[in-house]
């Protein structure tokens, strides 16, 4: 990630370039999902690894704050698949949503499909596109 600021540097015409640190510890967990009752540190640091096709070592290590400026190939696995888990996490929520959108469509259809017409349309189409079935 990488800002560029409004800031010019002291000795050039040039702006300045501000790279943001990266949280480790939150992406590792976006990685790893939740901590399960059965998880130890070291399991889900494991599956964090796993997921990510890094070392148990580098996980560990960026996780406790020992590894501060990792090599770019960890750093890419690693942010990649914390990328990944974000648009999986979107992609369960729009389905929760979608299925939220249909349930309602067919109550209403239920009670009276003509009087709400437009409403169960509307929750129908809203459904449709949340599921990326979008023909558009």
Request: glycine share 4%; charged share 30%; net charge neutral.
């Amino acid at each position: 990630m990488r800002r560029v600021t409004d800031e010019k540097s002291p000795n050039s015409d040039e702006f300045i370039v501000m790279n943001p640190t990266v949280d480790w510890q939150e992406q590792i967990g976006l990685i790893a999902g939740p901590f399960r009752e059965t998880d130890t540190k070291e399991s889900w640091w494991a599956r964090a690894a796993r997921l990510s096709g890094s070392k148990f070592w580098h996980v560990k290590a960026l996780y406790k704050g020992e590894l501060k400026d990792p090599k770019y190939s960890v750093a890419f696995r690693i942010l990649s698949a914390a990328d990944k888990a974000r648009i999986q996490e979107a992609q369960r929520d729009a389905k929760v949503v979608a299925d939220f959108f249909n349930s309602h469509a067919q109550a209403l259809a239920n009670i009276d499909p003509d009087f709400h017409r437009s409403q169960i349309d509307a929750f129908v189409e809203a459904a449709r596109v949340l599921s990326g079935r979008n023909s558009a």
